[in-house]
């Protein structure tokens, strides 16, 4: 847990910042909320209406695509609630929190870790498919230690006193940033009638571009175009069918 920014262990390990509190504060048990390290899974469909770019060209346009990326409570579309520090180390003992590094898109080395909810994570894993696990941390090379200035230890009590002390000035680790995200397969334009042959990803892309749980997808019975087969509001056609059997 850091306190600022700067901390050189940030995106070392999973972490978390909170806010540099007075400890009379602490003391009396306010709450302190975690500002950084924690992450929400948004996934969209990249198309005019959509509030976020594309992941692909940059922002100058939209591809038609779903994208996945992982984004701080405040930066949430909606909004998501502030976690607490209390609640993260109790989530993370009964395993509804989880950490996890993602690499930058187009970068081997550089990437983030953060904490996030069990199920996005599980999500994530279904998005870049069952045989791509979940990256794990490169380890770090001769010239990515962490390192120290010698100085005489300053044995003065400063509990109290409001200020930042710190010797020289570092980088910025914290920036809040997206990792890169991940853009999903197209689903076919069309397909055999054959359930079993919808993979797992293709499922889940699916899914996320038409905004229904998996259990409610299914092939149309005419062209065999993924679809809401299933639950409320579904039918047997889809509609590029529907509107031809009309016509």
Sequence with gaps: MAKDRTASLIDRAPWV??????WKEISDG??????GGYRYLQVWKCVASSDRHCLLSGGAGHCGG?????????????EKQLVQIEDL??????????PVYVPNRGSGRAGRHMWVPADDCQRWRELVGEKTPLPVAPEPEEDDQITFAEQEIDRTCHAGED???VSDARPIRDLGQPTGGYTLPQMPLQRPVKPSLITSVERAAASAALG???????????????????????GMYCAVCRSELNG
Excluded: I, N, Y
Excluded at 91 to 96: D, I, L
């Design 66 to 78: 779903t994208h996945a990326d992982w984004f701080l409570p405040v930066l949430c579309e909606p």
């Design 17 to 22: 910042r909170v806010d540099d509190m007075p």
């Design 30 to 35: 306010k709450e302190m909320v975690v500002r």
């Design 212 to 234: 229904c749980p998996p259990w409610e997808l299914g092939l149309c019975a005419g062209c065999g175009q993924m679809m809401r087969r299933h639950g409320r509001h579904a």
């Design 163 to 165: 200020g930042w002390f």
């Design 89 to 98: 180390v109790l989530a993370s003992a009964t395993g509804e929190s989880v």
